[in-house]
């Protein structure tokens, strides 16, 4: 079947532009996270969705953060104003439910701002 | 505050012979653990897992061990193959949903 998917790969952007990150989860799989790895590091959590519902976004750095998912399938990661300081490979992940464990990741998108 | 780290960033291993990677965790309170491999332009894929309540896990040609009194854990490969080269990370998780990773190491298998 088919897995998490994530558009667009990579993404290059200028400082101060409004950028989204899209997210497709595993079909039926109702918890959603994001997350952010900058390069040489291990990934580092934004938000958690539970259906449509945000249940964790303690990981959002600022307000330029924002992340949705309406229908409870498809997210989107926004950010606002991007700084030289938000480049880095966005990765989405997705999981049967609440408490189930395995994470399935995607392959992330690139962002670049120049 | 709780964190995840490695001892060694880099590991290389020659082809066919067995590598360890080990991991330290600071956060007492994690009740599962994942060991996840990335390789170049991908997202982590799971390799194994294992809970607070176990102290080792076997899987396909990998083991994961778990020394919750040192908080440690570790993840051998058997035999290890070229495909097997790639960034490894730990992960851990108690009382929520988020992982936190550790910074990963980078095991080179050397043919």
């Known amino acids: 079947g088919a897995g998490v998917s994530q558009t667009p790969s990579n993404k290059v952007t200028e400082k101060g532009k409004y950028v989204e990150l899209r997210c497709d989860p595993i079909s039926g799989h109702t918890a959603l996270y994001w997350y952010r790895q900058s390069l040489g590091q291990g990934p580092e959590f934004l938000i958690y969705?539970?259906?449509?519902?945000?249940?964790?976004d303690s990981g959002l750095p600022n307000d330029r953060f924002f992340a949705v998912r309406p229908e409870g399938s498809v997210s989107t990661l926004k950010i606002q104003r991007t700084e030289r300081g938000d480049s880095a490979v966005y990765l989405c992940?997705?999981?049967?439910?609440?408490?189930?464990?395995?994470?399935?990741f995607g392959p992330g998108t690139r962002l670049t701002v120049l | 505050g709780e964190s995840v780290g490695l001892h060694l960033p880099t590991l290389s291993v020659q082809e066919g012979d067995n590598s360890i990677i080990n991991c330290a965790y600071s956060n007492s309170a994690s009740d599962y653990f994942i060991w996840y491999k990335q390789e170049s332009g991908k997202g982590p894929q799971f390799i194994i897992d294992i809970r607070s309540n176990m102290d080792k896990r076997q899987g396909q040609r990998v083991t994961v061990l778990l020394n919750k009194t040192v908080k440690h854990l570790s993840l051998q490969i058997a035999a290890t193959q070229p495909g097997d080269s790639a960034v490894y990370f730990c992960?851990?998780?108690?009382?929520?949903?988020?992982?936190?990773f550790g910074t990963g190491t980078r095991l080179t298998i050397i043919p």
């Open positions: 992960a851990e998780k108690g009382g929520n949903e988020k992982l936190t």
């Open positions: 992940a997705s999981s049967t439910d609440q408490g189930g464990d395995e994470q399935f």
């Open positions: 969705f539970q259906g449509t519902g945000a249940a964790d």
